[in-house]
Nanobody, 121 residues
Framework: QVQPVESGGGLVQAGGSLRLSCAAS????????VGWCRQAPGKEREFVAG??????DTDYADSVKGRFTISRDDATVYLQMNSLKPEDTAVYYC????????????????WGQGTQVTVSS
């Protein structure tokens, strides 16, 4: 009923910034918790950041705390990524769900197609 669509990925040098967007297709995100996960080649998918329906609560992986910020409006969820490192290179996926606890585990019900982020040294 809600289809996340990611955009904003690309190639950036270490220390640079990118802003990812996750737009809702079909229904708005207003009634959903939304999160970001990423997967690098040869690695397991890992949780990056999540935000609750009301935006009262956010959660971040330890590896991105202080560098990434998740925010939202009714239509779009954003992931501002600063001070990027080569180890941030991955495909980033947006997921939405009615349960914040599931989203912060990277187990939301609805997933986007992913957007590639590549950070060069």
């Amino acid at each position: 009923q809600v289809q996340p669509v990611e955009s904003g990925g690309g190639l950036v040098q270490a220390g640079g910034s990118l802003r990812l967007s996750c737009a809702a297709s079909g229904r708005t995100f207003s009634n959903y918790a939304v999160g970001w996960c990423r997967q690098a080649p040869g690695k397991e998918r890992e949780f990056v950041a999540g935000i609750s329906r009301s935006a009262t609560d956010t959660d971040y992986a330890d590896s991105v705390k202080g560098r990434f910020t998740i925010s939202r409006d009714d239509a779009t969820v954003y992931l501002q990524m600063n001070s990027l490192k080569p180890e941030d290179t991955a495909v980033y996926y947006c997921n939405a769900g009615q349960n914040f606890g599931m989203v912060i585990l990277g187990a939301g019900d609805y997933w986007g197609q992913g957007t590639q982020v590549t950070v060069s040294s």
